[in-house]
């Protein structure tokens, strides 16, 4: 079953914050988070796994609360690149390998 | 450079017409997929392979076939387009710890009239 994601959509000023969250129902191995530019592929942000810490580079970052079935993203003092839509995957026990897709946040940063 | 290369990126195919979109990746990942991209719906994943020699079903996979030879390749066939089959697909390799995240592929924008 496909992971839920809120918001659909985002618009901010440069240098705000988002959170993007990402629900499931189903017990969870790990989440993953990418970010997809217009016309392009979905590129690679981070994992986070079951037992694993928060983790993050630079601006963005992520927690997964394993009770919960849930992960929010976090981007801080937003920059114009990272426009784009973000989708969050996710891995089951006994699937782990398998990445079951949320429908996206269409995120737009704004000069 | 490494990664996974997807041909081609675009086609246009009449109904009932068969087509093949190649996938190959030089990371020496053994886990790839196929994925279709459609407005609203993000990723749904048609069919997967964990080695050479073994695939298996994803969450849409009628009308698809898939194969996996090599480590390297894992072609997608259609076997009677239809236009309920246009989409956007992308490949994606992983390794089977999946600790480092899917590569995707540029993806091929598949128009079926």
């Not at chain 2, 309920?84 to 091929?108: D, E, K, P």
Request: charged share 15%; with cysteine; net charge positive.
């Amino acid at each position: 079953q496909q992971p839920v994601q809120s918001p659909q959509a985002v618009i901010l000023r440069e240098g705000e914050d988002a959170v993007i969250n990402c629900s499931s129902s189903k017990a969870l191995y790990s989440v993953h988070w990418y970010r997809q530019k217009h016309g392009e592929a979905p590129v690679f942000l981070m994992i986070l796994l079951k037992g694993g810490e928060q983790k993050g580079h630079e601006k963005i970052s992520a927690s997964f609360n394993e009770k919960k079935q849930q992960s929010s993203l976090y981007l801080t003092a937003s920059q114009l690149s990272y426009s784009g839509t973000y989708f969050c995957g996710t891995a089951s026990f006994g699937s782990a390998r398998q990445l079951t897709f949320g429908s996206g946040t269409q995120l737009t940063v704004l000069p | 450079n490494a990664g996974v290369t997807q041909t081609p990126k675009f086609q246009v195919l009449k109904t009932g017409q068969s087509m093949t979109l190649q996938c190959a990746q030089d990371m020496n990942h053994e886990y790839m997929s196929w994925y279709r991209q459609d407005p609203g719906m993000g990723l749904r994943l048609i069919h997967y392979s964990v080695g050479a020699g073994i695939t298996d079903q994803g969450e849409v996979p009628n009308g698809y076939n898939v194969s996996r030879s090599t480590t390297e390749d894992f072609p997608l066939r259609l076997l009677s387009a239809a236009p309920s089959q246009t989409s956007v697909y992308f490949c994606a390799s992983s390794s089977l710890t999946g600790t480092y995240g899917y590569t995707f592929g540029s993806g091929t924008r598949l128009t079926v009239v």
